[in-house]
């Protein structure tokens, strides 16, 4: 209330002046928040939010979102009218009306709720989350990796608590369709790929470890830009678009090579020239999206095996439909099966559908001596970043350290790295990825991604992304560039838990 003046009258609002103090400057923050203070709501710096106009961020949480959850209903009434059973339908309807009352939480900021108890291993991890930090909080301002992760999990629980639908995956269509359209780049690697990795007689060793060195450099540019298709990012893109991006030619991976702009692939070599003589040679794969990408990442691994670099390869996929085109163990078996069973390809010649065949016989072959094993951890379908990992997941945590090598594909497990937060561009990468580098066990880590959004480190300087945000507005979302990032972690301490 405000007090009378001495002369009885109220006081006339008083305008605070501040002509004679110094101007407002922008805010440069110079430093991380200290490790003890950051918790998921509150990352190492500044996360990014759906309510930051200037982030990809804001598109995906206003219009990305509800676009791909709008498709996802489409899907499910396409299979809907595909059934003859009524209990079936009444069953998915009630799943389609659920997906519904998400699409209005998106829109509408609701806040995020406890996911229902459908019996996953995961729930436990969510419901505390959500309980301890983000309370109160909504889907525009909790930070953008965790209310992302959220919205696939609760579509997830559209079908989980069904009957008849719980494994029931909106995205697999999708997922058949781009890998059946990407024929071209496809046969490109199978005619190449075949036969099994031989060296040509005569070689001394020297030049044997040289010949392994090319096909492994461009091998992994292969890898890399098979991580260009990412169906959650190509709603706007075309064919022709999709189909330059998963080009595998020569010329094309020595022009896109400029493009990476953080590369130690020198040190990633080192690495793995190393696995055969050191360590007994195990590699993982900490994969992102199904069809394409994980046919380049299959491709990858047959070469690690072929050439007696690594003996063992550990696949680790998603337990349900996740960011789209993300792998599930479903997307995984269809893979190996279609190359070997299927006839998708109607223009192939009776060469390019034998190769693919031989390719498939042999991966199915690996997966049968256990080679090849397929995994599903809870945790990765969880909203929590890596910086939790040792801590969440120890478990997990022990069975990565026990690795040679982990390959970690794709922007959102390179997001999940660096706590998806506004690091400076030349923040070192194992600096940005703090206890997957610092706690003691943690593998050798690296990072195949291309840039589909905000968060970049590991570049030489601030100014190459200072230059790219003049000369090429968008650069951080196109898929255009890449970063291969190496940690070397703490392998030969031995894990411990406090
Ligand atoms: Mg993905």
Not at 179 to 196: C, G, I, Q, T
Not at 315 to 341: E, I, P, Q
Not at 350 to 356: H, T
């Amino acid at each position: 209330m405000s007090q009378p003046t001495s002369n009885g009258t109220a006081p006339s609002k008083i305008a605070l002046k501040l002509g004679n103090l110094p101007s407002k400057k922008p805010l440069k923050i110079i430093g991380p928040r200290t490790p003890s203070r950051v918790t998921p709501n509150q990352p190492p710096w500044p996360s990014y939010r759906g309510y930051h106009e200037y982030s990809f961020a804001h598109a995906t949480m206003g219009h990305r979102l509800p676009t791909i959850l709008g498709k996802a209903i489409d899907d499910v009434v396409k299979t809907l009218n595909e059934q003859h059973e009524e209990e079936k339908i009444v069953d998915l309807e009630a799943c389609i009306q659920r997906m519904e009352a998400l699409m209005g939480d998106l829109t509408s900021k609701a806040d995020l709720r406890p996911i229902v108890d459908d019996g996953e291993g995961d729930i436990p991890l969510w419901n505390k989350a959500l309980a301890r930090y983000f309370r109160g909080q909504n889907f525009i301002n909790a930070p953008w990796v965790f209310a992302e992760a959220y919205k696939y999990r609760r579509l997830h629980e559209c079908f989980s608590i069904s009957k008849y639908w719980q494994d029931y995956d909106v995205f697999f269509r999708q997922k058949c369709d781009t890998f059946s359209r990407s024929d071209k780049a496809v046969f490109e690697l199978s005619m190449r790929f075949h036969e099994p990795f031989k060296h040509r007689e005569g070689l001394s060793d020297t030049e044997k470890l040289e010949a392994e060195r090319l096909v492994f450099h461009e091998l992994t540019q292969v890898c890399l830009w098979g991580n260009a298709t990412d169906l959650s990012l190509l709603i706007n893109m075309s064919e022709e678009d999709i189909k330059k991006l998963q080009s595998t030619g020569g010329e094309h991976l020595a022009a896109t090579e400029k493009n990476i702009l953080g590369n130690h692939i020198g040190r990633l070599w080192e690495i793995v020239r190393d696995l055969r003589g050191n360590t007994g040679g195990r590699v993982d794969f900490v994969l992102d999206n199904a069809g394409f990408e994980l046919y380049c990442d299959c491709v990858y691994a047959d070469f690690l095996i072929q050439s007696g670099l690594a003996k063992t390869i550990h696949f680790h996929g998603k337990r349900f439909a996740w960011f789209v085109s993300d792998v599930t163990r479903k997307d995984w078996d269809w893979l190996l099966n279609m190359m070997v069973y299927g006839d998708l390809f109607k223009n192939a010649s009776d060469a390019e559908l034998e190769s693919l065949r031989r390719l498939g016989k042999r991966w199915k072959q690996y997966v049968a001596e256990g080679k090849w094993i397929y995994e599903q951890h809870p945790f990765w379908c969880t909203g929590y970043t890596f910086f939790t990992l040792p801590e969440e997941a120890p478990d997990l945590f022990l069975h990565l350290s026990r690795s040679d090598l982990v390959l970690f594909k794709g922007d959102l497990n390179h997001r999940k790295l660096t706590y998806d937060c506004h690091a400076p561009a030349s923040t070192p990468f194992e600096e940005s990825i703090g206890p997957m580098a610092s706690t003691a066990g943690a593998p050798k880590i690296c990072s195949l991604r291309t840039i589909k959004s905000d968060v970049v480190v590991g570049l030489e300087s601030d100014e190459v992304a200072e230059n790219l945000d003049k000369e090429k507005p968008g650069w951080k979302i196109s898929g255009e560039y890449a970063v291969i990032l190496v940690s070397e972690g703490r392998p030969a301490e031995e894990v411990f838990f406090a």
